[in-house]
């Protein structure tokens, strides 16, 4: 994709999971080391579900929960990455590719820096893009609220689209 690419629409997502105890953190498709995992029906990925709203906000789709019920048992347990490549689909079909992602993911636990560049060319992967049009950045709540506290974490992504 061009550096130039002209941004049509943009989106933005948001997603908040209670953590529980357990191995099995996946932020972004990437298996990151800690001693708790999101709570979900699907695997709990944070930064997928709020990168598939931001893009399904951009495209004009209806929202994830209503394209992947959490009543629906196809969904349950599923790597969310298989989730972000058929809304991908479901956005080139309307006419649009994504240009650049902006991610910002909210832990307070583990240190997130050395699992940012993964991240990030794991999606980049998954929407076709070049790293450079992919920024993840992680931030601590510096204790204050439930993310704060350890009980939960975040995630926002704003995505820009271009037409095809
Ligand atoms: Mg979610």
Not at 29 to 43: M, T, W
Not at 50 to 78: H, M, N, R, S, Y
Not at 85 to 113: F, Q, T, W
Request: glycine share 12%.
């Amino acid at each position: 994709m061009s550096e130039n690419q002209e941004i049509h629409r943009v989106g933005i997502g948001t997603d908040l999971h209670r953590l529980e105890p357990g191995g099995g953190l996946r932020l972004g498709g990437v298996d990151v080391p800690f001693d708790k995992r999101l709570a979900g029906h699907s695997d709990g990925d944070i930064v997928c579900h709020a990168l598939i709203d931001a893009l399904c906000g951009a495209a004009g789709l209806p929202d994830i929960g209503e394209q992947f019920p959490d009543t629906d048992p196809q969904w349950k347990g599923v790597d969310s990455t298989r989730l972000v490549e058929k809304v991908v689909e479901r956005v080139r079909d309307l006419g649009y590719a994504a240009v650049n992602i902006d991610v910002v993911i909210h832990a307070e636990r583990p240190k997130l820096s050395p699992y940012k560049a993964a991240i990030a060319e794991r999606l980049a992967d998954l929407l076709g893009l070049e790293t450079s049009a992919v920024s993840v950045k992680a931030k601590t709540n510096e204790g204050v609220d439930a993310v704060g506290r350890g009980e939960a974490m975040a995630c926002t992504v704003i995505a820009g689209l271009t037409g095809l």
